[in-house]
């Protein structure tokens, strides 16, 4: 009777991840309109859905390989790939681009080897909101990973690794995350060695001023040893941002407030030179950190 009960558990089992592996096979944008590697570099005009129906390769220095143009945009890479390797560490050329847009959502693939490799923008400081970059893989990108400026942006389940190493002149920092624009949510990242360049500053997340009442949750941020050089995982240029429950590993600055209205709680910083600086801790024993 085990023995059935058994063989019974393993082919249900067995069942269940097959229908889970079709629903993830299933889960392919297909009604959109599809962008291929004949296409680059392509621009979106009109608000709609659009996809990758292939990897995207460009060798190009400089420009965009996808430019949005139009408000109300959905960007699916569909698994696939954008990358830029092709054109060095000297590359001045962005993954995917937007500027003064509104309800833009980039999600569901890998942006690599660009100068930034997600960059969804406002330049004129107020027209922009409710941008969305989710489930973005962003790797070896040589200045920022991600960059979004924008009211009610969020930027959530993301991996962010190895950012830095532009050899353009004057590019010397390294931005894993960057956010600018009131009432952001920047959760359930995880950024993985932010690396400038020598004399350079490394943020794995940064949220820059008129980010106010923002809300910093649950990422990872880490470096696989303490590098030379000053480095943040979580620097705060803005007033009223909480943080909550976020793991900083191997930074010489932790979690950093520049303004006191911070509010921080629950977060570890562990093997961090300063785990905290400035904001206000509440209360002071739900923070934990170890600092050997």
Known sequence: MNLKKHALHLVLTSLFFMVFSVSIVQAEITLC?????????????????????????????????????ANNV??????????????????????IYANQEADVIVRNGTVRGFYYGVRLDDTSGTTSSEYIIENIRASKNTYYGIYAVGSWSQVRYNSVI??????????????????????????????????????GTSYALYLDSAASDSIVENNQLSNPALASGTSYGVYVNSSNVLALDNKIFNMTNGLFFKD????????????????????LAAPVSENNYNNP
Request: glycine share 14%; hydrophobic share 35%; net charge neutral.
């Open 162 to 199: 190895q950012t830095g190493g532009s050899t353009v002149s004057g590019t010397v920092n390294a931005y894993g995350i960057y956010v600018q624009g009131a009432s952001a949510r920047v959760r359930d990242n995880a950024v993985v060695k932010t690396i400038a360049q020598t004399g």
């Open 33 to 69: 309109t599809p962008i291929n590697q004949s296409q680059i570099p392509y621009t979106i005009t009109t608000s709609g859905i659009y996809c990758l129906t292939s990897d995207l390769i460009s060798s190009a220095a400089s420009g965009n390989v996808i430019t949005i143009n």
């Open 260 to 279: 006191a209205t911070g509010i921080y709680k629950n977060n570890f910083a562990v093997q961090d030179t300063t785990p905290f600086t400035g904001g």
């Open 74 to 95: 959905v960007l699916d890479l569909n698994d696939h790939r954008v990358s830029g390797f092709g054109a060095g560490s000297g590359t001045q050329a962005i993954g």
